[in-house]
């Protein structure tokens, strides 16, 4: 229960200021024009928030109950975790909520909010590069290395998905 009030926290504190505080400000700030959003867009909008945020809690429950930890880079998970979403992309969390971001943006049709996405996945690109990489070479060693080298790291391929799961024990 503690596990789960920890990741409970830590999305709400996190990816809840990226994906609900800041896009709210932006759009305080430069709003979209007063015309109507066209339904399609409005509706794309909602489906890439539904899907994004859907990942995001499967890859969530996913890193606590397998990996025993949160995303919080001080308190990391103690076991790999290459199953569920993780078995087809390294990032399923940072997908989910540049999903979820780019949904905003859509739902909004708000340019500043599209500018937003692309410069919050800019900055998960580089914190999984320069940080998070490394620290899981060191944490996991060959285990990780098999990993990564059969995993993408944000996409998955099409025969990422069929693959079967990688034997790290």
């Known amino acids: 229960m503690r596990l789960l009030v920890k990741n409970l926290v830590f999305t ?21 024009s007063d015309g109507a959003v066209p339904w399609l867009l409005s509706a ?6 539904l899907a994004g945020a859907s990942l995001y809690a499967s890859a969530l429950a996913t890193f606590a109950f397998v990996g025993g930890g949160t995303p919080a880079p001080v308190d990391p998970p103690r076991h790999l975790v290459v199953t569920g979403p993780y078995r087809s992309m390294r990032n399923p969390m ?53 990993y990564r080298a059969s995993t993408p790291r944000w996409m998955p391929s ?3 998905a069929s693959a079967p799961p990688i034997d790290m024990h």
């Open 12 to 32: 709400i504190i996190v990816p809840g200021a990226v994906a609900v505080l800041v896009p709210r400000r932006i759009l305080e700030r430069w709003p979209t």
């Open 94 to 146: 940072y997908i989910g909520v540049t999903l979820l971001l780019a949904g905003e943006a859509l739902y909004f049709a708000a340019p500043s909010l599209a500018i937003y996405t692309v410069a919050c996945f800019a900055a998960f690109h580089a914190f999984v590069v320069l940080y998070e990489e490394p620290r899981l070479r060191r944490q996991f060693g060959d285990e990780y290395a098999a």
């Open 158 to 160: 099409a025969g990422t």
């Open 44 to 49: 794309g909008g909602l489906v890439a928030v």
